[in-house]
């Protein structure tokens, strides 16, 4: 008894001789004591959430506008604006999804970072100011090396068949909800995975075979649900590949969006004067510099067709793509002698093409008069060849659609010489002449809604190449009308 109490009196003096305990939040944390940098972070997140919501509802109004009107055989464009909107709405939801076991804020950052690499937008800005891509580094990192193991799955093959694409019904009502501040991360994961899956399924169907092409929208889909939609070892190994080099890069592009950040506050022109006086300055250099840019020419033709779907317009797009072609090609094949044959067709065919017809037209944008007798000996051979009896052909039927498929082609592979940086030189002008060749070709066959242009474009071909027009009669025949014309001026 008498050590029991000495136990106790023992225990007592300990008790009094001890500091007394800290008292402790509702979160088990010292008053006092700085919030861990993950709970300053998620607060971060949650703000940012509510911050970017009028630029995600603008880019998403902006696809509402432009997705619908884009032509259904511009399947790369639809990819393009699908997977663009998934990965601005991905980067959303990450800023609004909890932090557990699920990493869902993780997940949806890695795959917006993959759908779209440029540092100055939603995604990367809102990840830079949320201070995790640490953690999306190594969660994409760990997912690489799990590429082989991942469950298989596919999206569902109806999501590229709805008319009228449904997404933008979707859309429609996310975006009210935006508005009204109802949405949820929930609402943000659902959306972009539609947004996912159909541009997985228009992808299988630009490929034509049914197998993936661009792997982006895969990796983005299996970063998201940590499956893939293909079973396929060699598109796993190059997803490994793909995903590894994200994640090698995330560090630097997460600091340049850091450093855009900082700079858009001290960068910005305070007065609407000096932006003003800036624009004047770019357009007086503008003015000076009369260097002839195919690509700036050919860059709104090829927006205008993607929406194009009446064969009169497509027609009209081909006439001024080709013309834009032809004086390119004219000018680099102006420095060959007046001998070269190419060059003298090529003069011949943009004089027709871009000069009214008759005795009393204007001068044309190609300077013809140190070669004119050339030209019109060019004229005359090509009348004579177009009039020749050539047995007539029935051309085959072909869809308008089928045509403007290939103008798409065709301008785009034009757009790549001019990135190339060849049209400058002899090879690429000669490229651009065949390619205005067959530029006119679909022009022709889709007609121009106004004659004297389907005239002219006729003759343009005909001067060109006479046998592009043989299984075409009507067409053959104003063709040669219109060179006698030019013949006689």
């Known amino acids: ?43 971060r997140r949650h703000q940012l959430a509510r911050e970017v919501i009028p630029q995600l509802v603008e880019l998403i109004e902006r696809f509402l506008d432009f997705f619908p009107r884009i032509a259904h055989r511009r399947v790369a464009d639809r990819i393009f604006f699908l997977s663009d909107l998934a990965s601005d709405i991905l980067a959303w939801t990450a800023l609004g999804a909890p932090r557990d076991e699920s990493q869902l804020h993780v997940r949806c950052f890695a795959a917006s970072c993959l759908l779209d690499d440029d540092p100055h937008r939603i995604s990367w800005e809102t990840l830079a100011a949320s201070g995790i891509g640490a953690e999306v580094t190594t969660y994409v990192r760990a997912l690489a090396s799990k590429t082989g193991e991942l469950p298989s799955t596919k999206p569902d093959p109806e999501l590229g068949r709805e008319e009228p694409d449904f997404v933008v019904d979707e859309l429609r009502a996310f975006t009210e909800r935006l508005r009204a501040h109802q949405a949820s991360s929930g609402d943000g994961l659902r959306v972009s ?35 893939l939609p293909t079973a396929d070892l060699g598109d796993r190994l190059q997803l490994a590949a793909i995903l590894e080099d994200l994640a090698r890069v995330i ?21 609407d004067d000096a932006m003003a006086a ?13 260097a002839f840019s195919l ?23 081909a006439f001024l793509v080709a013309g834009a072609l032809l004086i390119q090609g004219v000018r680099v094949l102006g420095q060959l002698p007046s001998t070269f044959a190419a060059r003298v067709r090529a003069i011949a065919a943009a004089d027709a093409l871009l000069s009214t017809s008759g ?18 000996t060019a004229y005359s051979q090509a009348a004579s060849l177009l009039e020749a009896d050539v047995p007539e052909q029935p051309p085959a039927w072909e869809p308008a659609e089928l045509v403007l498929s290939r103008l798409d082609r065709l301008v785009a592979a034009m757009r790549d010489v001019a990135d190339e940086q060849l049209v400058d030189e002899m090879a690429g002008a000669l490229a651009l002449i065949g390619g205005a060749a067959q530029t006119l070709r679909a022009g022709v066959i889709l007609g ?17 190449d006479p046998l592009a027009l043989a299984d075409l009669p009507e067409v053959r025949a104003a063709g040669a009308r219109t060179l006698r014309e030019l013949a006689r001026s």
């Open 1 to 43: 008894m008498i050590y029991l109490l000495a136990v106790r009196e023992a225990k007592a003096e300990n008790r009094g001789a001890m500091a007394p305990k800290p008292r402790r939040n509702r979160r088990g944390r010292g008053r006092g004591r700085p919030a861990p940098p993950r709970l300053e972070y998620d607060l």
């Open 251 to 271: 560090p630097s592009l997460v600091e340049h969006a850091a450093s855009h950040l900082e700079d858009d506050d001290e960068d910005e022109l305070e007065d």
């Open 359 to 376: 005795r009393e037209r204007s001068t044309g944008p190609v300077e013809v008069a140190e070669d004119g007798a050339a030209i019109k």
């Open 278 to 290: 800036l624009d004047d300055a770019e357009l007086e250099e503008d003015n000076e510099d009369d």
């Open 193 to 227: 995975r539609q947004l996912l899956s159909t541009a997985i399924v228009l992808d299988a169907v630009l490929a034509g075979d049914g197998a993936a092409g661009n792997l982006t929208a895969i990796g983005a889909f299996g970063l998201l649900e940590r499956t």
């Open 448 to 464: 121009h809604q106004e004659p004297d242009k389907q005239r002219r474009m006729a003759a343009a071909l005909g001067a060109l």
């Open 295 to 317: 690509d700036d020419v050919l860059a709104p033709l090829d927006a205008r067709l993607r929406f194009t779907e009446e064969a009169s317009e497509g027609a009209d797009v």
